[in-house]
T-cell receptor, first 113, second 117 residues
Framework: AQSVTQLGSHVSVSEGALVLLRCNYS??????LFWYVQYPNQGLQLLLK??????LVKGINGFEAEFKKSETSFHLTKPSAHMRDAAEYFC???????????FGTGTRLTVIP | SQTIHQWPATLVQPVGSPLSLECTVE??????LYWYRQAAGRGLQLLFY??????ISSEVPQNLSASRPQDRQFILSSKKLLLSDSGFYLC????????????????FGPGTRLLVL
């Protein structure tokens, strides 16, 4: 069965520093992977998704993620953190069928001025 | 374009009282609909999903129920709330894509924060 694991429930970076949020997947079939962002007291917003077209996926707000099959990873990165990036980030894998998304436990990103 | 609405945005209810949260989607037809809950400091828990009017699947047995009386309306209910029902409730929709079903993407509403006292 497909699943994802997010390493690190909390990540802190300085403003302007590299953001790296980790996600590893487990899948018996080629996975389709997603990153969502949740700002305080809001719903989840789709950041980007990997659907096998290209291994480097660019999303909104300057984020990107790279699918690495050899490492079973789909880490989220951003070259330079902004204060507005402070939020919780969820990795998810599509496991097919109507009940289709399995979410990781989330990583809360804090940006230090 | 599609939009998803949830209301109320915030709700404070006493233990034992009933609950009704509503979610509606605009700009699409026959969506899959989902109810999730986020408890404080925890991830997303899928509660119910629906692939059509009157079709509800429950993921977690509990004192909550869901209904889909119309194509784009999804309601979460309880007859008697428990303290443990407090949390942030999220509704989401998706549309089955043509071709590769594995690329189906869920889109979320703004959420309802429920506090049971």
């Amino acid at each position: 069965a497909q699943s994802v694991t997010q390493l690190g429930s909390h990540v802190s970076v300085s403003e302007g520093a590299l953001v790296l949020l980790r996600c590893n997947y487990s899948s018996s079939v080629p996975p389709y992977l997603f990153w969502y962002v949740q700002y305080p007291n809001q719903g989840l917003q789709l950041l980007l998704k990997y659907t096998s077209a290209a291994t480097l996926v660019k999303g909104i707000n300057g984020f990107e993620a790279e699918f690495k099959k050899s490492e079973t990873s789909f880490h989220l990165t951003k070259p330079s953190a902004h204060m507005r990036d402070a939020a919780e980030y969820f990795c998810a894998v599509n496991r097919g069928g109507a009940n289709n998304l399995f979410f990781g436990t989330g990583t809360r990103l804090t940006v230090i001025p | 374009s599609q939009t998803i609405h949830q209301w109320p945005a915030t709700l404070v209810q006493p233990v034992g009282s009933p609950l009704s949260l509503e979610c509606t989607v605009e700009g699409t037809s026959n969506p899959n609909l989902y109810w999730y809950r986020q408890a404080a400091g925890r991830g997303l828990q899928l509660l119910f999903y629906s692939v059509g009017i009157g079709q509800i699947s429950s993921e977690v047995p509990q004192n909550l129920s869901a209904s889909r009386p119309q194509d784009r309306q999804f309601i979460l209910s309880s007859k008697k709330l428990l303290l443990s029902d407090s949390g942030f409730y999220l509704c989401a929709w998706s549309v089955l894509p043509t071709g590769n079903l594995w690329t189906e993407t869920q889109y979320f509403g703004p959420g309802t924060r429920l506090l049971v006292l």
